[in-house]
């Protein structure tokens, strides 16, 4: 069951607080009033201090809604009620995140809510597809059918990612070994090797004058390159998430060659998945693009998907009206035009949406392929430098003693 934090007032005027376990806000109420208490505040219990404190985006990821919705589908194939479901499935959660949103989704079933309304409230941690599909299952009476898409959808989703996030992890690692490396080289061999060279008198080259001046910097001024990378992430953030910088960041990613081309298959097999999902689960081609739209993380698609949704309420079809989106493979305007002309555009949509997600693997991979020898390459040549610059002094010195 879930805890409930209550403030109250004895028959003396005397306060009190604590957390209370209850089955529901009305439960907890009862059982206040029961020990005589005046109820000042009684409200979900959340958790305090820093071991309980949510960090970072209150947006449940991929993994923790394949879970939500993977448990409810059994659970509610099983004859279980929701409110009774919602109930067990909060003992479950595995994350502060998700037990809260659940938590509260709980609570307002229990205020007689609708699960899609309850879903709805917490649209800033879950995405519109659960509750316009929820929506749609509790008007078609097949909820726990619906539960069970949903899982897959999100299941083959985090698939996706997981694919893209693991090919990108030897970039990464390479990005950050070079900057340990170049540190560890500045800050603990350079000072050394320049002490020595520097006593032995001689004119320096200037390579090795400028690797002496950056390391001295480093290790005496290091709190000043901590500001600037500190204000430099910070600014990049902030233009990103502006309006006109997520704008052109999101461009930019469609643009680049190789980056582009991932970005256009992975945007293309999210955009077939999640259509051809929504529109097995009753949901109208209108709603599902508009959906869609919000789905795919990049706002030049959006605003195009949005023009696209216009089209359609002049009374275009589906194809004709996602034609004009270049970014789109040409293939996706086909398949749609036969689903459309066969009646069979959700099952379409959903092969589709395997031939993009290979495609989206093939691009990853290739554009994975393309960054690490540029990598090597970057990590070669600063470390090249690094090296070399202390080298020279000493080669010379060697030839002039010989």
Not at 101 to 109: M, R
Not at 180 to 202: S, W, Y
Not at 209 to 237: D, Q, R, T
Request: glycine share 8%; proline share 3%.
């Amino acid at each position: 069951m879930p805890n409930f934090r209550y403030q109250v007032l004895d028959e003396h005027g005397k306060s009190s607080s604590g957390v209370l376990d209850a089955s529901s806000v009305a439960d907890a109420s009862r059982k206040l009033k029961a020990d005589g208490k005046f109820i000042v505040s009684l409200e979900l219990d959340k958790g305090q201090g820093l071991a309980n404190m949510e960090i970072g985006s209150k947006r449940l990821n991929t993994k923790e809604l394949v879970l939500i919705t993977r448990q409810l589908a059994s659970l509610l194939s099983a004859g279980i009620t929701v409110v009774r479901s919602l109930d067990m499935l909060y003992q479950q959660c595995e994350t502060k995140r998700s037990k809260r949103v659940i938590g509260e989704v709980y609570e307002q079933i229990q205020s007689g809510k609708s699960l899609s309304e309850a879903f709805k409230e917490q649209k800033d941690a879950i995405p519109s597809i659960m509750y316009s599909m929820v929506s749609a299952g509790e008007e078609s009476g097949r909820l726990d059918e619906i539960m069970e898409r949903l899982a897959v959808h999100f299941q083959k989703e985090s698939k996706l990612k997981n694919k893209i996030s693991s090919a990108m992890t030897y970039p990464k690692i390479l990005a950050g070994l070079t900057v340990c490396i170049v540190v560890g080289l500045m800050t603990f061999l350079v000072p050394g090797i320049a002490d020595t060279i520097t006593g032995l008198g001689g004119e320096l080259p200037g390579l090795t004058k400028f690797i002496m001046a950056v390391s001295n910097s480093l290790v005496h001024y290091w709190f000043i390159y901590l500001g600037v990378g500190g204000a430099i992430v910070f600014i990049f953030n902030t233009w990103k998430r502006s309006e006109r910088g997520h704008a052109q960041w999101d461009m930019l990613m469609l643009r680049i060659p190789v980056v582009g081309k991932a970005t256009k298959m992975n945007a293309a097999a999210r955009f077939t998945r999640t259509v051809s999902t929504l529109l097995k689960s009753g949901i109208s081609v209108i709603t599902a693009v508009e959906i869609t739209g919000s789905s795919l993380d990049n706002v030049i698609l959006e605003k195009k998907l949005s023009d696209a949704r216009v089209e359609i309420r002049k009374g275009s079809s589906l194809s004709k009206a996602i034609k004009p989106i270049t970014e789109f493979p040409p293939m996706i305007y086909a398949m749609t035009a036969i689903g459309e002309e066969s009646g069979t555009l959700d099952t379409i949509l959903d092969k589709a949406a395997d031939y993009f997600e290979d495609e989206a693997d093939a691009a990853t991979a290739k554009m994975t392929a393309a960054l690490e020898p540029l990598m090597l390459i970057v990590m070669a040549i600063v470390i090249g430098l690094t090296v070399g610059g202390i080298a020279m002094p000493i080669f010379t010195m060697a030839q002039f003693i010989g």
